[in-house]
Structure formats: structure tokens, C-alpha cells
């Protein structure tokens, strides 16, 4: 929920008081955010804001973990923090704690014909 109200901030401020019509949003893989349930609080807390509407686009950053004795790096489909190679706990996280507003889209100012 606090991430909606997050993205929904970063858009907003991005938007410059145009209307949203997609936001795209880069989560990573440890993050664990549920795509639904985002695109359901957006959809609430955008209510009455320029977001309103809004259609949610989230991509899902895989998680790489890098272990620092031996400097190999590697992708994880589950959280399993010890290194393949050596066995080190010595590991850091590369990617998929990200989560950020990518892009977003806002509607096309309609320019009335008034001849
Ligand atoms: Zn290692």
C-alpha cells in the first residue's frame, strides 16, 4: 500500500498536471510485490488524482546476488543467500530490491478546431 501511494506520488509529479493514462513500474524480484494487488491500490488511492485510471504496467526485475570473497555473481529463483561457488555468506544483493516508476504516459492534450 505505502508503495502505491509511492508511485502514484512519483507519477503525479512527473504528469505536471496532465492526466496519467499508464505507469510503468520496475520491481524487483525481492520486493515480491504482487502485481494485482499494486494495480488494485493504485487504482484506489488514484482516485480523484491524476492517476485516476491509470493502467498499471510492472516489469519484474530477477534478483542477481554477488558473493564478495569470490566475486561470482549469479540469479536466484529463490532467496538463497550463499554463494554456489565457495559457500559464503559474504553476499550482496546486485538487483531485484529496485522499485521504481520506469515511465509513464499521459494523455494527449486534444487541441480543439475552432475554424
Ligand atoms: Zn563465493
Known amino acids: 500500500m505505502s ?3 509511492a ?3 512519483t507519477a503525479a509529479r512527473h504528469a505536471a498536471g496532465r492526466r496519467v493514462t ?3 513500474v520496475r520491481a524487483g524480484q525481492l520486493r515480491q510485490v504482487v502485481p494485482d494487488s499494486l494495480a488494485f491500490y493504485i487504482e484506489l488511492l488514484g482516485r480523484g488524482g491524476p492517476c485516476e485510471g491509470a ?3 510492472m516489469e519484474v526485475v ?4 554477488r558473493c564478495a570473497p569470490c566475486a561470482r555473481d549469479w540469479a536466484i529463483d ?3 543467500f550463499r554463494c554456489p ?4 555468506a559474504e553476499v550482496s544483493v546486485l538487483a531485484g530490491e529496485e522499485l521504481e516508476v520506469e515511465s ?12
Open 3 to 5: 508503495i502505491a501511494s
Open 7 to 9: 508511485v502514484l506520488d
Open 22 to 24: 499508464v505507469v510503468r
Open 55 to 57: 493502467r498499471l504496467e
Open 62 to 65: 530477477p534478483a542477481r546476488l
Open 78 to 80: 529463490v532467496p538463497a
Open 85 to 88: 561457488q565457495c559457500g559464503g
Open 104 to 115: 509513464i504516459e499521459v494523455e494527449q492534450e486534444s487541441t480543439a478546431c475552432t475554424a
